[in-house]
């Protein structure tokens, strides 16, 4: 067993389950884990212990034993390549390449970033999930944090759930957008199909906020911020709102803008991810509390496509 990590319940989270409010503050474990933990007396509610469904009141002190990673749970270090914006004795940010999976899975059993993490610091190995707190999509490009300690890890996660870690994004989306604005949908598995996420009314919380960057003829480039971390969010709800997002391959099809010029026409075909990219991160060092802000310019990639983009409204005008 692992030492004893206390987690405080915020105010705000008053009526929740303990299973579900667990899951907020340990995300990169699955919610049937959690209730494991919980039924076999693992978690601790100011000391005592309770049903997964229990429900809180908000303010109390959880304490978690978290079990030994089994050996089928730990990844197998690689020599990948990390391309490191930041790094401490503590804190690591990645700007993660566009094709690079987060975890192994199914599907992808190796050459992962937690695989690259693994051999890049060993001392990962005891920390949850090789101490990656959040997620970018295999085709997402850009920044993400990695906490090399427990208590950093702890407190990166805290920050996540109380929503103090701003995360900012360039999306570059079908149609010409007028104005910023927000999108304050739930978020849920697709009913038919659940390797896709979808707007639904009994899904989880979903805030995303955006505003224009620049417009071409028939596209525009958006930043957009999240108050919530929910799986393809951006790019569900921006396709909610008829704005997809460039070369998403689950939520759009290709559109080519009508009287496109010939390098726009095979730049938009050649583009097969979808355009989204992490590119600031501002938060409190998780130990030392001093303000960061980082920031990642967008891959080649992205960065031919708008320069195109650019140059296709200039000709026409626009």
């Not at 401490?88 to 992962?112: I, Q, R, S, Y």
């Not at 390797?195 to 960057?213: D, F, I, K």
């Amino acid at each position: 067993m692992k030492a004893l990590e206390l987690y405080q319940i915020p105010p705000e989270w008053a009526g929740q389950r303990l299973d579900q409010a667990l899951a907020r503050l340990l995300p990169d474990y699955s919610r049937s884990r959690l209730q494991e933990w919980i039924r076999a007396g693992l978690v601790a509610v100011d000391g005592v212990t309770l049903a997964p469904r229990a429900r809180l009141r908000g303010g109390e002190q959880v304490g978690v034993q978290m079990p030994d990673l089994r050996p089928a749970e730990v990844a197998q270090a690689e020599a990948i390549d990390l391309d490191l914006v930041y790094q401490d004795a503590e804190l690591l940010v990645v700007n993660k390449p566009a094709g690079l999976v987060v975890h192994p899975g199914a599907g992808n059993p190796a050459g992962t970033l937690m695989n690259a993490l693994l051999h890049f610091d060993s001392a990962l190995q005891s920390v949850p999930r090789a101490g990656i707190v959040h997620r970018l999509d295999k085709d997402t490009s850009g920044l993400l944090l990695v906490a090399r300690s427990l208590p950093a890890h702890k407190r990166l996660v805290e920050q996540l759930a109380a929503r103090e870690i701003h995360r900012e994004y360039l999306a570059l989306v079908q149609g010409q957008m007028i104005a910023g604005g927000s999108v304050d949908t739930p978020i849920g598995r697709h009913r038919t199909d659940r390797t896709r996420m979808a707007v639904s009314p009994g899904g989880r919380e979903a805030v995303t906020h955006y505003r224009v960057a620049q417009r071409f003829r028939q596209h525009t480039l958006l930043r957009v911020m999240l108050e919530t971390g929910r799986t393809h969010q951006i790019r569900v709800h921006l396709a909610s709102i008829g704005f997809a997002v460039v070369g998403d391959p689950t939520y759009t099809r290709l559109r080519m803008p009508a009287g496109a010029s010939r390098e726009l026409a095979q730049a938009l075909a050649g583009f097969r991810r979808q355009a989204l990219h992490a590119a600031c991160l501002q938060l409190a060092h998780p130990i030392t509390d001093q303000p960061l802000e980082l920031t990642a310019p967008p891959p080649s990639d992205l960065a031919a496509l708008i320069a195109v983009m650019h140059e296709d409204a200039i000709d026409a005008g626009a």
